[in-house]
């Protein structure tokens, strides 16, 4: 088991530049989550899929941000312009949600974003 | 407004020493997870409390679910460096589907 797989690991990048980070969740699962990490926030949830359909984006800050999610195997979460503020650990995590829930999530190591 | 309140936010203790940190909210959760980060890494899953009043065990770690659904604490016996993370808990409300987190509280052990 590869676990989720997330890329880059860390990403540096100026303001104004769009930045996209990827996930892969693990085979099987059907349920796909991006977090973002802070020290004030802690983690926020941003939107989260269930085979592959966004269910609740509500969580994505501005329209600078978006999210898709092309196939069982991939998805993306693109910031475009970035801004400082958007420097943060952005999680993905996966998870196989049944009738029952209490599904637990599988989490990537995350992408660090530093935007200057 | 954060849904989940863990306290404290911080502990610094020495190996051997027993320790408890909780989980508050004023909502209720069909389930409750307490997860464990390292530096660099995810969070990891450590357990999943459903009912009310649920006592779990993990070696030396005891983790209790409230009657009432709506908090929950961790105990840990006997710390060890190796206990050493950021422990969040997670819940997910009746009506909800993703997990809400608390901001964690940061556990450094030191020998």
């Known amino acids: 088991d590869a676990g989720v797989i997330q890329s880059p690991r860390h990403e540096v990048t100026e303001m104004g530049q769009e930045v996209t980070l990827r996930c892969k969740p693990i085979s099987g699962h059907n349920s796909l989550f991006w977090y973002r990490q802070t020290m004030m926030r802690g983690l926020e949830l941003l939107i989260y899929?269930?085979?592959?359909?966004?269910?609740?984006d509500s969580g994505m800050p501005e329209d600078r941000f978006s999210a898709k999610m092309p196939n069982a195997s991939f998805s993306t979460l693109k910031i475009q312009p970035s801004e400082p503020r958007d420097s943060a650990v952005y999680f993905c995590?996966?998870?196989?949600?049944?009738?029952?829930?209490?599904?637990?999530?599988?989490f990537g190591n995350g992408t660090r974003l530093t935007v200057t | 407004t954060q849904l989940l309140e863990q306290s404290p936010q911080f502990l610094s203790i020495q190996e051997g020493e027993n320790l408890t940190v909780y989980c508050n909210s004023s909502?209720?959760?069909?389930?409750l997870q307490w997860y464990r980060q390292e530096p660099g890494e995810g969070p990891v899953l450590l357990v999943t409390?459903?009912?009310?009043?649920e006592v779990k065990k993990l070696k030396r770690l005891t983790f209790q679910f409230g009657d009432a659904r709506k908090d929950s604490s961790l105990h840990i016996t006997a710390a060890q460096p190796g206990d050493t993370g950021l422990y969040l808990c997670a819940g997910e409300v009746d009506s909800g589907y993703a997990l809400n987190f608390g901001k964690g509280t940061s556990l450094l052990v030191t020998p």
């Open positions: 995590a996966s998870s196989l949600r049944d009738r029952r829930g209490n599904s637990p999530l599988h």
């Open positions: 899929f269930n085979n592959n359909v966004p269910i609740d």
């Open positions: 909502s209720v959760f069909s389930s």
């Open positions: 409390v459903v009912t009310g009043g």
